[in-house]
């Protein structure tokens, strides 16, 4: 463990806070959604949604090459270049005049955000290993959590009293303010010694170990499926909570209240992680996540996909419930075998499993037909998935 680290809750709240950005970045936007698609003259209700999965898009784009590159050069550096790219893609979509500029800023945005998210993942691998990695995971993930409980409400009041690229100013001037605290407070975490020339052969090798590494790779295509489940629910929350179910501007309460359900999770899974095991909590959450999703297309099927708010709140609350329990596990158990080859492996990971994400969660997002019957039919598909995925997992183990 490099010395001179900040303390324990520093450390965490200084790597959630990095981490958040991509979380701010999507659930500040959800209620303007309609707002700048209407501004910016999309055809399709529905194509507003693409301001969520474009900047997934970057993330994925990014995340393959700032990890071997911090292997090289520290992961300092590259985090500065991920954050200047932040906020240039802040600005440009703040003065975007149509939608194709909108989007290009997004997917900058994106590849910015994807340095300090892969670059996260490999800080606290450089730190910590096994469950005490996890338990770090899942402390971060319940700071994470509070972001999407008050960014939609932060982004409805900006929306209400500045207008929506005023929310692209707060992107920016939070960036600054990272940057600056991890400038001051963060060390090196990966010492000269430690660190490995970038080449095209020596990247080619580290890519070649990781993605023929069968447990990490099942692990990572798992994450891919929830994910993608999740980026389903991103896409088409604000039309289903906020149209569809008439909320208006009570929308970011509901969907503050599913943040909690994630959060509460995350704090459990860093109580039972040390006890059970990771794989033994993932796999019984993604079960559980199973079996709700298709008890609940039962319902949505019976009800002409508008069952009552009620039972939607507690059928989401128990599912995300199941979903906190698999974040930060299925990331811990995808990096646990690569540590000598954390950078990389952080890059190759959260790349290829938000690749998986988006085509899945957009193909969920843009089937909205005004009824929660793709959301809730694609929770059961790909939890189905993830399940067998699984069990294929441990049978290699």
Known sequence: ????????????????????????????????????????????????????????????????????????????????????????GSLLSMLAQDFSHMLFGRFLQGLGASAPRVLTMALVRDCYAGAAMARVMSFTMSIFILVPMIAPSLGQGILLFAGWRSIFTVFLLLAVIVAVWFWLRMPETLPPDKRRAFTFREFWRGLKEVVTHRISMTYTATTGMVFGAFLGYLSSAQQILQIQYGLGERFPLYFAALALSIGGASLL???????????WLVMRAVILFTV??????????????????????????????????????????????????????????????????????????????????????????????????????????
């Open 1 to 88: 463990m490099p010395s001179k680290l900040p303390r324990f809750g520093e450390f965490i709240t200084l790597i959630a806070l990095l981490s958040s950005l991509t979380a701010l970045a999507i659930d500040t936007m959800l209620p303007a959604l309609a707002t700048i698609g209407q501004e910016l003259g999309v055809t399709h209700e529905n194509e507003a949604q693409l301001i969520i999965s474009t900047l997934f898009l970057g993330l994925a784009s990014g995340q393959i090459f700032f990890g071997p590159l911090s292997d090289a050069t520290g992961r300092k550096p590259l985090m500065y270049v991920g954050l200047g790219m932040f906020m240039l």
């Open 269 to 279: 899974n860093a109580r039972l992680v040390m006890r059970f095991g990771m794989h």
């Open 292 to 397: 709700l999703s298709g008890l609940f297309l039962l319902v949505a099927y019976a009800t002409q996909g508008h069952p009552p708010l009620e039972s939607l709140m507690a059928y989401f609350m128990l599912t995300f419930l199941a979903l906190g329990m698999t974040f930060g596990n299925l990331n811990a158990l995808a990096m646990e075998p690569l540590g000598h080859v954390a950078g990389i492996a952080a890059s190759v990971i959260g790349s290829l499993s938000t690749l998986v994400a988006i085509p899945l969660g957009t193909l969920i997002g843009q089937s909205y037909n005004g009824t929660v019957l793709p959301l809730t039919g694609g929770f059961f598909l790909l939890g189905l998935l993830a399940t067998v995925a699984l069990f294929s997992g441990k049978k290699t183990t």
